[in-house]
């Protein structure tokens, strides 16, 4: 009896070394892959710190010429809290303005940038050939359009054009059966003043990986891309994406 408990006892502790050993090798294997992981997106992080630095010098040719004609239309999304950093937001618009963008739709959540537009507008007349001169930037356009949108711009758009549906189809003294199409949205969102062009190119500045808000009805074919936060922005990152978008072929869906 006593041989048999003490056999058991044995065992016991030998499971229990084999757990605490085995618990061991897995935490050690599990901060290998963490450092590792860690290490290759910092060097990643690196090479496109690297990247945009070359490319804002302007040492990488392939990047110095980039064709424009491509982003007819750039919309901009903004964090709020960063839109009120209204110096940063000038100098990514005089970017814009130097690599060629004529035309650009700033919009962030809560209106910060359409509040704000006359000062952008103005700081934008001021600065534009100040921060082109002495810079390998590219050439200055002669005017940029700015169109400014905020997340309540959606709401009215959407009942406007539900009304104007609702009159076509249901208010009449002969009512048509409804069927909706896209282009019957489309056309209503004209309509009522809030169609606007649709951008070829949305750019995101902020923590969070989404559109914000944006008319969902002007991005249908758009590209969007993450740049990061306002604060870190980048020339180089902007060329970067921007050479990125003309050399991709759209099928649109075909």
């Known amino acids: 009896m006593c041989r048999s408990m003490g056999l058991g006892n044995e065992v016991q502790k030998i499971l229990s070394w084999t757990s605490v050993c085995g618990n061991l090798v897995l935490h050690l294997v599990w901060l290998i892959l963490h450092l590792i992981i860690n290490v290759w997106y910092s060097v990643l992080g690196i090479a496109h710190m690297v990247e945009n630095t070359l490319i804002s010098c302007g040492l990488l040719k392939s990047y110095n010429a980039v064709n424009i004609s491509k982003v007819r239309y750039l919309a901009v999304v903004i964090d709020s809290e960063e839109a009120r950093e209204t110096s940063k937001v000038l100098e990514l ?11 650009i739709c ?29 810079s390998d930037h590219g050439t200055l356009v002669e005017h940029v359009d700015l169109e400014f949108v905020s997340f309540a711009d959606s709401k009215p758009a959407v009942a406007k054009a539900a009304n104007l549906l609702f009159a076509k189809h249901y208010a009449s003294t002969k009512p048509e059966e409804p069927k909706f199409t896209e282009s019957d949205m489309s056309e209503a969102l004209q309509a009522v003043g809030y169609g606007g062009p649709e951008p070829d190119l ?13 008319p969902a009805w002007r991005i249908r074919y758009t590209e969007i891309v993450h740049m990061g936060t306002l604060k870190s922005m980048e020339f180089g990152s902007l060329i970067k994406a921007i050479r990125k978008f003309t050399k991709v072929q759209q099928n649109y869906g075909q």
Request: aromatic content about 10%.
């Open 106 to 134: 700033l919009y962030d959540r809560e209106g910060v940038l359409k509040k704000s537009q006359t000062t952008i507008i103005e700081g934008l007349n001021k600065s534009q050939k100040a921060i082109v001169e002495g």
């Open 93 to 103: 618009l005089c970017w814009l303005a130097s690599i060629g963008v004529k035309s």
């Open 202 to 214: 949305l750019f995101v500045y902020g923590p969070v990986r989404c559109h914000m808000g944006f």
